[in-house]
């Protein structure tokens, strides 16, 4: 984990707390028999009774899925060890430079290490009394920002120095959340050539969906249900509060294929990373790279906009499962369009949504200072 403390533009820097989803330490059945353990029994995650929970997980997942999942993440491990902690910690560090002086930035993991309550601690110790927490999950779900959240604050129960708390909301309709995707793809598909580019994105459980519609006469009530954000699956005034996950995922291909520039018709939009037996989103991204098969799609692009940094789900599920898999059904290739790890535009766009948010937290917040003289100077922390 990196801290940024800001020299002097401010006698008490703001903190700011990126909470990431989380990794093993290790791609061995251990590590992720405790990885795991901690994930799957979170209640927002698998959302079912205590004892349900407990059965499910210790009397089949624990038994079966780590080993798996150890040669999984074997394949995408480097020597520096998990590319989600990797990337997450040069995000940290660049977004550090990028805001300057007044600020102090900490990764903190939902599951797993770094912990988020030693990330607060580490901001408590650089004397920040104002915190931000960004879960670093485009669009809303409550198995991802709302654990991580309700995570955040019950650790701050033991901070009392922290006066002021700010939370951001998702940027899936961020422009420069857009433009930064844009800047990664087009060098990419220009590469690639596809004929098709599928936006592919974390799925959840249908009844997760379900519990956000306090009608319970809209979600999934049509296929088309999820086409635009409403006063329906919004419940909000505005698209940034929204809290259908699959309206913000279907806003988020329209935001990006639009900044890519993307023509109609040359784009659609699945769900991966399904778990158990119950109805999960859809379209798959399993039966939609079978449909694009049938289609006669032999050149495929895939992004995954609900990552902001490569995982597990993008580099392995995607970039080596899916790949074979589509060349097993005569595809000519599937490539992997790199995530925003820590492109300049994506920290550009990352400065600019902390610096709007900070002065929302206090009026004298310092803005975002990517030419400031005195720049935040990144302290390694274990």
């Not at 798996?68 to 998990?82: L, N, Q, V």
């Not at 560090?93 to 993991?109: D, F, I, K, P, S």
């Not at 902390?354 to 990517?370: F, K, M, N, Y």
Request: glycine letters at 8%; hydrophobic letters at 40%.
């Amino acid at each position: 984990m990196s801290l940024a403390r800001a020299p002097s533009m401010s006698t008490t820097p703001i903190g700011v707390l990126l909470v990431q989803l989380g990794t093993p330490d290790a791609p061995t059945p251990p590590a992720l028999r405790r990885y795991l353990g901690e994930f799957l029994s979170d209640p927002r995650v698998i959302d079912l009774p205590a004892p349900l929970r407990w059965l499910l997980l210790h009397g089949v997942i624990l038994r079966r899925r780590p080993r798996a999942s150890a040669e999984a993440y074997a394949k995408i491990w480097t020597p520096s060890g998990s590319p989600l902690r990797i990337h997450s910690d040069a995000f940290t560090r660049a977004l550090a430079r990028e805001l300057g002086a007044g600020y102090a930035v900490a990764l903190g993991m939902r599951y797993g290490e770094p912990r988020i309550d030693t990330a607060l601690a580490a901001l408590a110790g650089a004397g920040a009394t104002r915190l931000l927490v960004w879960p670093l999950f485009p669009q809303y779900a409550e198995a991802s920002s709302g654990s991580a959240l309700a995570r955040v604050f019950e650790c701050l129960r033991h901070y009392a120095s922290f006066g002021r708390v700010r939370a951001l909301g998702p940027c899936f309709d961020d422009p420069g959340f857009a433009d930064a995707w844009a800047a990664v793809a087009r060098p990419a598909l220009e590469t690639a050539r596809p004929e098709h580019v599928l936006f592919s994105y974390h799925g959840i459980p249908e009844r997760q969906l379900r519990a956000a519609d306090p009608t319970g006469r809209h979600c999934l009530a049509s296929e088309r249900c999820c086409d635009e954000l409403s006063a329906q699956n919004a419940h909000a005034p505005s698209a940034q509060s929204a809290r259908c996950y699959r309206a913000q995922c279907f806003a988020t291909t329209r935001a990006l294929a639009a900044s890519i520039g993307l023509s109609d018709g040359s784009t659609s939009t699945s769900f991966q990373s399904r778990l158990g037996r119950a109805r999960w989103t859809g379209p798959s991204t399993e039966h939609e790279l079978a449909r694009l098969r049938r289609n006669g799609v032999r050149r495929l692009a895939v992004l995954c906009p609900s990552f902001v940094a490569d995982c597990l789900e993008t580099l392995e599920e995607i970039g080596l499962r899916a790949r074979e898999h589509w060349r097993a059904q005569g595809g000519e290739e599937l490539v992997l369009v790199p995530s925003l790890n820590a492109h300049p535009r994506w920290i550009d766009a990352a400065a600019r949504l902390v610096g709007a948010a900070a002065h929302g937290l206090d009026s004298d917040a310092p803005a975002a200072s990517p030419e400031a003289s005195e720049s935040a100077t990144p302290i390694p922390i274990t």
